[in-house]
């Protein structure tokens, strides 16, 4: 799936075929277990920042696709949620540092 998004006076097009992949969620077949998912990607391109992006996908035919561009910190929650880190950013995982002061889960910030 591609989705071009606006940068200063060009664009980015993100591509789930050529990006780099970092959460692939499960599949499974339609009306059954593992039918929708969210992956995690990551757009890199000479000259502009990195992009994470969240690939909402359904093997159900009445519903769509959709790619959403994401923060750092929101890449980094997907993947703790799922028991996951962001190594590429460690001095950025600000959930660690959270949790050295007692905090226990994402969902307690």
Known sequence: MKRSIAYNEGEIVLDT?????IYYAPR???GGAYAR???LY???EDGVPDVYYIHTWSMEPSEDEQLQAV???SAEE???IRGLMLAAYPEKAGSLA???YGYGTAEEF
């Open 17 to 21: 075929d050529r990006d780099i992949c």
């Open 28 to 30: 499974g077949r339609p």
């Open 37 to 39: 998912g969210k992956d």
């Open 42 to 44: 990551l757009h890199e």
């Open 71 to 73: 923060s750092i910190v």
């Open 78 to 80: 997907f993947l703790e």
């Open 98 to 100: 959270l949790r050295s």
